[in-house]
Nanobody, 121 residues
């Protein structure tokens, strides 16, 4: 199983940008489609974005489509989430995980520590 470490979160004003990173350990990183999820206080963890193993295919939740961009660098075992035009409702802890493109559910049961994103109005 791949171990995942998220980073890049912080406090930003509405309209600003952040770039999250997810570093994966293990030699099997390229075997998995990867995704970003987020969990706001008092809410369930939700799907945000997905990217195929090759990086060719991507998909997004409706709430972030057109504002967020997912990418991956398989040589660096890293997945990124570029977040632009941030809104206060984007405030959440962001996590990465391997993902199933069929239903956008997480593949691994264990999660990293996540990275906090806070957007002020």
């Amino acid at each position: 199983q791949v171990q995942l470490v998220e980073s890049g979160g912080g406090l930003v004003q509405a309209g600003g940008s952040l770039r999250l990173s997810c570093a994966a350990s293990g030699r099997t990183f390229t075997s998995y489609a990867m995704g970003w999820f987020r969990q706001a206080p008092g809410k369930e963890r939700d799907f945000v974005a997905a990217i195929s193993r090759s990086g060719i295919s991507t998909d997004y939740s409706d709430s972030v489509k057109g504002r967020f961009t997912i990418s991956r660098d398989n040589a660096k075992n890293t997945v990124y989430l570029q977040m632009d035009s941030l809104k206060p409702e984007d405030t959440a802890v962001y996590y990465c995980n391997a993902i199933r493109f069929t239903d956008y559910s997480n593949l691994f049961n264990s999660w990293g520590q996540g990275t906090q994103v806070t957007v002020s109005s």
